[in-house]
């Protein structure tokens, strides 16, 4: 682990002895300054990482199991993917520098984020070079091989962490928003329901996240704007002060969560500069499954999971489009002898498309519905 080598990154140790660098040790300040160092870092190296990604010919072929889709993806054809490689450096970065090396759930964040963009990363490596390998199709890794790989990070990331805080009262309890006497309505996880729990968050919302991630800048500008709120959130939940000012459970040493979620904040803005329509460059699964899979470990850890299906409602909407179309498809399939469907196509941005709304239209009102539920989300911290 991360405190075997270090107990303090460089600029803790510095600010700990240098008296007016202090502001660096409190997890306002460092958030703050994680959302404006991961975005340069985006923004810095995305145009070497595009001129590299173009030269090995890693872009996007259009070629998806519904044709409608083909057609509708035809311009996009050739834009350079992968890009989420930016996203996932300068999250790893931000926190190094940043954040408390040797605080548990930064180092399991980092892992979070390692491991899900390195599977991203095989997946999108796969199908994107099937041409040169002279295979046809759009097939990387299969849905049960990333699935299998989702749950067994997912189920050993909330088994540690369920053990590191199994003596913290607040830590082991699922909390539900709006509720004022949060003790009294809360319900209490036995190792078990917390592992389970927790690995259907992560999995669910990497797997939400990424189906989002279908349109220019649709998952970055959602993920920046639910990333903005869980600094907030994580502010309150881990500091003992602001918890029990606004009757929140306190979660010690969850605080840190604010500089991880400050990351995740800068380098989604920092990538949507250059992912905005038209894209010059798109994540892939390699930051969708890792950004996913991130928020959903964070509220985890700040025990907000019910919170995060309010702030991260679009990337619910896009998960539910999915599995009600399947599900209603394979049903009337079953019963009638031909599938129907309940939408013109899923996810559901791609049915709006198909009702001629343009994607950049799409795109913003899906930000600005986002955008209302975060501040749904905030403004029941208040209700309490």
Not at 148 to 161: G, K
Not at 206 to 211: G, H, I, K, Y
């Amino acid at each position: 682990m991360f405190y075997l080598l270090v107990k303090k990154n460089l600029l803790w140790l510095t600010a700990h002895k240098i008296g007016f660098l202090r502001v660096f040790t409190f997890v306002t300040f460092q958030a703050i300054l994680a959302v404006m160092v991961s975005f340069l870092i985006v923004y810095l190296l995305a145009p070497g990482v595009i001129r590299w990604l173009r030269a090995q010919k890693i872009g996007d072929n259009a070629k998806f199991d519904q044709p409608e889709i083909d057609v509708l993806n035809t311009g996009k054809q050739g834009t350079p993917t992968m890009g989420g490689v930016l996203i996932n450096l300068a999250i790893l970065f931000t926190i190094a520098l940043l954040g408390d090396l040797s605080n548990f759930y930064v180092q399991m964040a980092m892992v979070c984020v390692a491991i899900l963009g390195a599977v991203g990363a095989v997946d999108d490596w796969l199908k994107l070079t099937r041409d040169r390998r002279g295979e046809s199709g759009r097939q990387g890794l299969t849905s049960l091989e990333k699935l299998l790989a989702q749950i067994w990070l997912a189920t050993v990331l909330a088994y540690f962490t369920y053990h590191y805080g199994r003596n913290i009262e607040e830590h082991n309890r699922l909390y539900f928003p709006f509720v004022k006497n949060f003790r009294e309505y809360s319900i209490v996880l036995g190792p078990l329901a917390f592992v389970i729990l927790s690995s259907l968050v992560m999995i669910g919302s990497s797997n939400a996240v990424n189906l989002t991630d279908g349109m220019d800048g649709l998952a970055s500008g959602c993920m920046a704007i639910t990333g903005f709120t869980f600094i907030v959130l994580a502010i309150i939940v881990g500091v003992s002060d602001n918890a029990n000012f606004l009757n929140f459970p306190y979660i010690p040493a969850s605080g840190q969560m604010a500089v991880v979620a400050g990351a995740i904040t800068g380098a989604c803005l920092g990538f949507l500069w250059f992912n905005c329509y038209p894209a010059s460059v798109f994540m892939g699964d390699t930051g969708s499954l890792a950004l996913g899979g991130l928020i959903g470990y964070i509220a985890i850890v700040i025990r907000q999971e019910l919170m995060l299906v309010i702030v991260g409602g679009v990337f619910v909407a896009e998960a539910l489009s999915v599995i009600l179309q399947v599900g209603y498809f394979k049903y009337t399939k079953r019963r009638y002898g031909e599938g129907r469907r309940i939408f013109l196509m899923s996810p559901i941005h791609h049915h709006f498309q198909k009702l001629g709304w343009p994607e950049p239209k799409i795109i913003v009102r899906f930000w600005l519905i986002n955008a209302m539920l975060a501040a749904m989300a905030l403004a029941t911290t208040k209700l309490r």
